[in-house]
């Protein structure tokens, strides 16, 4: 987020002994809801692991916000200025029993005055799996990390170009859980689709895919086994199989005498 909106002018507001409560007593700016998953995971709990679960269900948040200054530390010699901040709390209204409440408390350097700049930053904060999981891909999907070159103006184009292979394997993999029922030649090449469903299921394809289908079915060409229980395919599963995937289209285009189309 932008260091310069951190530096904006700081006239009229409060520097609160403690953050939680001074935005626990700020008013509420509105409500959003939405949905969440069964999930089995564990916490720690005086040291010790303890086994939780999510239940499903509806949640509803109310959504509290406040800008505050965040006093300078002391160093000798020098005065440090302080920092405007965003606070925005999310908390879980009437959560079910036995449940833990839902709730964030979120630092930004953008501005929260109103509601839909509240809910922005929530949103920017929802979406941290999936730069993580774009950040993954890139970094040990692509090795970007493991490139030799040495000047700027050659490492450059190098990260975007891996930036946007990146970009791609997660555009398909979300694509593929959130609109399985489109047709696959939305985002493969005819080449694509056919040489993988040729390859995975050994017969030719009568009819075309959907994506939701063809996503498994390239998946599985870099280990997604499909069983009940393994829900969707996942980042590696997805890098490893488009590679595999374009060696194939490749090996098509050329037995079928199309390669001097490309």
Same mark, same amino acid.
């Given at each position: 987020?932008?260091?310069?909106?951190?530096?904006?002018?700081?006239?009229?507001?409060?520097? !609160?002994?403690?953050?939680?409560?001074?935005?626990?007593?700020? /008013?509420?700016?509105?409500?959003?809801?939405?949905?969440?998953?069964?999930?089995?995971?564990?916490?720690?709990?005086?040291?010790?692991?303890?086994?939780?679960?999510?239940?499903?269900?509806?949640?509803?948040? $109310?959504?509290?916000?406040?800008?505050?200054?965040?006093?300078?530390?002391?160093? =000798? &010699?020098?005065?440090?200025?302080?920092?405007?901040?965003?606070?925005?709390?999310? =908390?879980?209204?009437? /959560? !079910?029993?036995?449940?833990?409440?839902? $709730?964030?408390?979120?630092?930004?350097?953008? !501005?929260?005055?109103?509601? *839909?700049?509240?809910? $922005?930053?929530?949103?920017?904060?929802?979406?941290?799996?999936?730069?993580?999981?774009?950040?993954?891909?890139?970094?040990?999907?692509?090795?970007?990390?493991?490139?030799?070159?040495?000047?700027?103006?050659?490492?450059?184009?190098?990260?975007?170009?891996?930036?946007?292979?990146?970009?791609?394997?997660?555009?398909?993999?979300?694509?593929?859980? *959130?609109? !399985?029922?489109? /047709?696959?030649?939305?985002?493969?090449?005819?080449?694509?689709?056919?040489?993988?469903?040729?390859?995975?299921?050994?017969?030719?394809?009568?009819?075309?895919?959907?994506? &939701? $289908?063809?996503?498994?079915?390239?998946?599985?060409?870099?280990?997604?086994?499909?069983?009940?229980?393994? &829900?969707? /395919?996942?980042?590696?599963?997805?890098?490893?199989?488009?590679?595999?995937?374009?060696?194939?289209?490749?090996?098509?285009?050329?037995?079928?005498? =199309?390669?001097?189309?490309?």
């Amino acid at each position: 987020m932008p260091f310069e909106k951190s530096q904006a002018k700081t006239e009229g507001l409060k520097q !609160p002994d403690k953050l939680r409560a001074a935005v626990e007593q700020s /008013p509420l700016l509105g409500t959003i809801d939405f949905y969440v998953t069964k999930q089995v995971g564990n916490k720690k709990v005086r040291g010790n692991r303890v086994k939780t679960f999510r239940q499903p269900r509806r949640v509803v948040q $109310e959504i509290r916000a406040i800008e505050v200054v965040l006093k300078a530390p002391w160093r =000798r &010699g020098q005065k440090l200025e302080t920092i405007k901040i965003g606070v925005v709390l999310a =908390r879980e209204v009437d /959560p !079910p029993a036995g449940q833990d409440r839902i $709730e964030w408390v979120l630092l930004t350097s953008l !501005p929260v005055n109103n509601f *839909e700049a509240a809910q $922005e930053v929530i949103e920017l904060y929802l979406a941290r799996w999936e730069i993580e999981v774009f950040h993954r891909v890139l970094k040990t999907g692509c090795r970007v990390e493991e490139l030799q070159l040495k000047a700027a103006d050659r490492i450059k184009p190098a990260i975007v170009l891996y930036m946007i292979v990146a970009w791609r394997v997660v555009y398909v993999m979300k694509m593929g859980r *959130e609109c !399985p029922n489109l /047709p696959c030649d939305v985002i493969f090449d005819e080449a694509e689709w056919r040489a993988v469903y040729h390859i995975v299921k050994r017969r030719k394809a009568i009819e075309k895919p959907t994506l &939701g $289908e063809m996503v498994k079915l390239v998946a599985s060409l870099g280990g997604f086994h499909g069983r009940k229980g393994d &829900g969707q /395919p996942g980042a590696q599963s997805m890098w490893q199989g488009i590679m595999r995937a374009r060696d194939f289209a490749l090996a098509w285009l050329v037995f079928t005498g =199309r390669m001097q189309e490309v």
